[in-house]
């Protein structure tokens, strides 16, 4: 009779069985050892429970839960125990299917020899559980596989170093690239410059707060396009260090593009409502403009008749006055007739600055330049003012250069400039007052001022006092003038292509510098 006893010698140490008998976990585990000596076989020793088929957990329950092998599975252990033969240890994995469902049986055999005994040592697992959870993944990790490689948005993967672990086909593709190629490389490698310090701004966001975080990245593709992304990113790890960042991206190029010419779109409809209301604005100014025109014109109309009649009815007067009188001494015809030629001269200075003034925009007066000298020729300017201000009762002084001036210029035109001014001061210059002449010499021009304490210039009539036919409203106070004095002055000046200025403060004077290039100075 065989021996059925346990001994000793007949199991593997602690050591020897760890291997075969780790995490026992599931249904049931089933430990055994066969001897095979002198051609005949035995189960020396066996421990634990068979997966639960209906039967019982004896030996027998063994070889009845080995019969219900199918032949691929059979063929798996058998080749399990032709590899344990050769290298000491062999494993299979394989389904046991009998009424009531299938189980998953994970074998694992090891093998020794000593002298001439074989011993086989069988752990089985039930792994039904572990199999079960494991096809759930797989199935899992396939849903996940199909979801990130048909995904039309981007989803990666970084380290911790910011360098591509994982990219989806579509998303690499969406940058003219294939996976590989960004596959280990860092993700500021195809940030546009112009964006790269706002997305390193955001990672830094990210790793702080450990919370989802959106930002706009433009990415730069393969063949030079901008490609824009909306991206979420966060750490998955909840660890202080932080092991990488899962974004997703939404590529919002094309919406973008919309963006920027909604922009556009906008900046011009802003523009053109700008437009618009300087153009009505334009419009409002040229009526008032059309209107002021108009007002200044019938000012004119009424100075100029104004000024037309008073020289003419002295002309008319005198004249009918010697007409009547045939027996008029002689001296007092005399002052009648100088009376008469002084009020023609200023009919017709009167009417010069109105032609003047239209030959000059028109372009088409000349200029009589020749050579004078300065001194002689305001000599005859100076005696009349000297004249009318002592009748006046105001102080007139003047100063010229101690050397001798000689000018190249318009004379006439000159003098008549130099008689507008003199002639505005002494009439805005009351009793009293004082107007002065200065005419200084500069290296390559010549100043000429004229001053006085008169009633003065209000401040918002200033820019325009040399338009023509405009005239200083005064309320109360009427005095004669066309309007065109200093128009005609102005423009006499800038055909000299000299310059002149005013300063002035309400009723406390005013100053008009005229300034001339000078041709020729000489020193006696």
Known sequence: M???AIQKSDLLSAEEIGPLAVNPAGEGF?????????????ISFCSGLPPRFNGGSDKSSLFRMLRALSPADFKRL???????????????????????GSRFIRHQIMMQKEADVLRAHHLLQDITAEHTRSAEIKVSEERFRKLFETAEDLIFILDGKGNF???????????????EEITGRHFLEFVTDDKKAD?????????KSGQIVTFESSFLSKYGKNIIFEINARVPSTSSVPEGVLGIGR???????????MRDLNSKLIEANRIISIERDRARQKISVLEELNRLKNDFLSNISHELRTPLASIIGFAETIHSDPSMAPEMRDEFNSIILNEAKRLSRLINNVLDISRIEEGTVTLNKEYFKLEEAVAPLLEAYIKQSAEKGVT?????PGNEVLLYADKENFLRVADNLLSNALKFTDAGGRMTLFI????????IIVTDTGIGIPKNDLPFIFQKFYRVSRPGAQIPGTGLGLALSKQIIDLHKGMITVRSEENKGTTFVVKLPIIKQRTE
Do not use: W
């Open 165 to 179: 672990i994982l990219i989806n086909q579509n998303g690499a593709l969406a940058m003219e690239y294939i996976p």
């Open 440 to 447: 200084k010499t500069f290296y390559r021009e010549i100043e």
């Open 30 to 42: 089933l430990f055994f050892s066969v001897e095979v000596s002198g051609g005949s076989q035995r």
């Open 251 to 261: 590529n919002i190029t094309a919406r973008s593009k919309d963006q920027d010419k």
């Open 2 to 4: 065989a021996k059925t």
């Open 199 to 207: 997305v390193a701004r955001s990672f830094s966001e990210i790793v």
């Open 396 to 400: 007139f002084k003047h100063e010229l």
């Open 78 to 100: 058998r080749a399990a125990l032709n590899q344990a033969r050769t290298s000491g240890k062999g494993e299979a994995l394989y389904r046991l299917t009998r009424e009531g």
